[in-house]
């Protein structure tokens, strides 16, 4: 399942383009880039294992299996917690899923709704993953990492709860992410979003795909 949004208005762009051969699926976090500051991310979270539990592609298309679904309820449920972010194209895939976070202005989470605490670690904890940005330290509550951090907890427990295995981690320990820095780049992004359940074949994170830098599995907990 994917979506596609109309062009957004008020992103803040910096200047250098994406390379889907450079850029797809690598961990480029910038030293002393404000990761809670405006603008446009392109993120990619893997199962753990790289299992295809999200779903298969049939004939070209993402049929999601009932995690899969939670997956992406999750995802649509994103900016109804933290009132600066949009989104903007998306795709679950089998095993992760590609989305686009904006982010409009600095901020917390929303003030009007808070998670569940049957659902959601509290907003700006670390959530399921100490290191999810890369280190240990704190992440600043309305930051990227707070935003993936928390929905990988949101979901994690949610599917968990399904499958009826407490405690298990979902969601690779890390998460790809890159900075996009034009309208030009955003649109290639999102042209590679919609076309992605088309080209699962060809996909280095394909069960079937060759070793390569993108799928090197942290092990299954099952």
């Known amino acids: 399942m994917h979506g596609m949004p109309r062009p957004l208005q008020d992103i803040v762009w910096n200047d250098m383009e994406y390379d889907a051969a450079k850029h797809h699926r690598r961990s480029i976090r910038l030293p002393g880039h404000d990761y809670a500051s405006p ?5 990619t979270l893997c199962v753990q294992g790289g299992e295809c539990l999200l779903g298969e592609v049939v004939d070209g298309e993402m049929r999601l299996s009932e995690w ?22 998306w795709v679950v895939m089998p095993n992760h899923l590609h989305g686009i976070i904006v982010i409009v202005s600095g901020g917390e989470a929303s003030p009007r709704r808070s998670f ?15 290191d999810i940005a890369g280190d240990a330290s704190p992440l600043p509550s309305g930051s990227l990492g707070a935003i993936v951090g928390n929905y990988k907890s949101v979901s994690t427990r949610r599917i968990n709860r399904v499958r009826g295995t407490p405690g298990i981690r979902f969601w690779q320990r890390n998460y790809w992410e890159h900075i996009i820095r034009d309208e030009q780049s955003l649109n290639r992004i999102r042209e590679y979003i919609q076309n992605n359940p088309a080209r699962w074949a060809e996909d280095q994170l394909h069960p079937d795909a060759l070793p390569n830098a993108f799928n090197q599995w942290q092990p299954s907990e099952l």
Do not use: C, M, N
């Not at 569940?116 to 100490?130: C, N």
């Open 39 to 43: 603008g446009a991310y392109f993120a």
């Open 68 to 89: 899969g679904q939670i997956a992406s309820d999750y995802w649509l449920r994103i900016p109804q917690h933290f009132d600066h972010v949009k989104l903007d194209g």
């Open 116 to 130: 569940s605490t049957d659902d959601l670690t509290s907003v700006g904890a670390e959530p399921q993953d100490k």
